[in-house]
Nanobody
Framework: QVQVVESGGGLVQPGGSLRLSCTASGSGFSINVMAWYRQAVGNERELVALIANGGHTQYVDSVKGRFTISRDNAKNAVYLQMNSLKPGDTAVYYC?????????????WGQGTEVTVTV
């Protein structure tokens, strides 16, 4: 099994910054794509950013220029640096790790970390 744990959420004022972290642990797995999703109250979960094993990144339009995704393969970790935060960024942020394990590819999710942007 692969365990995924996020951290770094919190309360911040508009224009502020937060850095989310996510670490995958377990045995016998090889990580491919790592991604951040978010789900605001009443909304569907949406992809915020992803980073492939080779470093290719992708962002939802609403965060381009403000958020930066990065990864540390040695630590099985992915990060989301969030700058110029807006109230519309308020959501629970989830980390998803896509990994090969036992000749199968599976997606593993964390429990989520809450981000609240408010005055």
């Amino acid at each position: 099994q692969v365990q995924v744990v996020e951290s770094g959420g919190g309360l911040v004022q508009p224009g502020g910054s937060l850095r989310l972290s996510c670490t995958a642990s377990g045995s016998g797995f090889s990580i491919n794509v790592m991604a951040w999703y978010r789900q605001a109250v009443g909304n569907e979960r949406e992809l915020v950013a992803l980073i492939a094993n080779g470093g290719h990144t992708q962002y939802v339009d609403s965060v381009k220029g403000r958020f930066t995704i990065s990864r540390d393969n040695a630590k099985n970790a992915v990060y989301l640096q969030m700058n110029s935060l807006k109230p519309g960024d308020t959501a629970v942020y989830y980390c998803k790790v896509g990994a090969f394990r036992a000749n199968a590819y599976e997606n593993y999710w964390g429990q989520g970390t809450e981000v609240t942007v408010t005055v």
